[in-house]
């Protein structure tokens, strides 16, 4: 299939590429669901806030210092998005980033965000060349800690009152992990 956007990663059932606007109401299906929404910084999400989001990223550049680039991730099969990670990467200090990501109810459980975020983070760390990758979760978010921990983060702060979300001050964990831990693991 001839592509028209460009591929960053690969894995044995997926593809991390860039968002087009064919993606837009698979993006809006999943960000509009409340469960999804739960533990992020947006609620209410409308049709047409996807349309500009989408519009935005597959416009916009990855690894651009104080920016979030957003990497849709699709089923190699059919190439239809089942979910997105973000990289943040860090205006004070470009060779750190920072991580998100959401995948589409109907398509967890299976280990698919696993999947992507180990392709997602050699390539961050292989080929951009990161020196440090960190997160931070909700600590009720049981189902991305899981995610974390399981891809070799290391918790390293529990940040009491770290964010307003939803007129509630959220307490986050830290976690992180370094390019030499990740390469010596994998490579
Ligand atoms: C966080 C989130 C991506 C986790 O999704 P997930 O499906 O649990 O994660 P994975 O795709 O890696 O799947 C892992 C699960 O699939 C299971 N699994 C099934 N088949 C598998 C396979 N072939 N390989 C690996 N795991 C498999 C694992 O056992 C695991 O289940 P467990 O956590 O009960 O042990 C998802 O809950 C989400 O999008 N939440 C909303 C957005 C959000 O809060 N994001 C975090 C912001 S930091």
Redesign the pocket.
Known sequence: MEKSYDVFANSERLVIRRFGMQDVQSFYHYRSNPD?A???SWENYTLQDAESFVSRQSASSPDQPGTWFQYAVALATSDQII?DCAIHTLGADPRIVEL????APEH????????ALCALLDYVFGTLNKHKLS???DVR?T??I??LE?LGMRREGHLLENYMSKGQWIDEYQYAILQSEWLNKHQ
């Open positions: 999804v739960r533990y992020q979910g998100g990501f959401t995948l967890q459980g299976k280990g698919y965000m696993h999947e997160a931070f979760a978010n189902k991305s899981h995610v399981r």
